[in-house]
């Protein structure tokens, strides 16, 4: 199995940036790509960026230009660094792993337990 969680949320104000960290322990050779998700209160979860294991990156076009996405495979790492925030920023933003087909969780991926951004306007 495959644990995620991650760290750095907080309240900020708008235009302020904020750097969120997700580390990854247990079955590690078990993650493929990984990814932010969010939920605001009363939507859907909706996916921020994803990066594959080759580092190749993809965005919800509304963060586009100032969010940015890593991954530092040795430390088992993902972060979300994330400028010019706004108020429709504010959510809980979850840390997703793809499992590798022979891991179990391949059918349902690894979720951690979300953390906190809150923007002030």
């Known amino acids: 199995q495959v644990q995620l969680e991650e760290s750095g949320g907080g309240l900020v104000q708008a235009g302020d940036s904020l750097k969120l960290s997700c580390t990854a322990s247990g079955d590690t050779n078990c993650i493929a790509a990984m990814g932010w998700y969010r939920q605001a209160p009363g939507k859907e979860r909706e996916l921020v960026a994803g990066?594959?294991?080759?580092?190749?990156?993809k965005y919800q076009s509304s963060v586009k230009g100032r969010f940015t996405i890593s991954r530092d495979t040795a430390k088992n790492m993902l972060f979300l660094q994330m400028n010019s925030l706004q108020s429709d920023d504010s959510a809980d933003y979850y840390c997703?792993?793809?499992?590798?087909?022979?891991?179990?969780?391949?059918?349902?991926?690894?979720w951690g337990q979300g953390t906190l951004v809150t923007v002030s306007s």
């Open positions: 990066i594959t294991d080759g580092g190749a990156t």
């Open positions: 997703f792993a793809d499992a590798r087909p022979w891991c179990s969780g391949y059918t349902s991926g690894y």
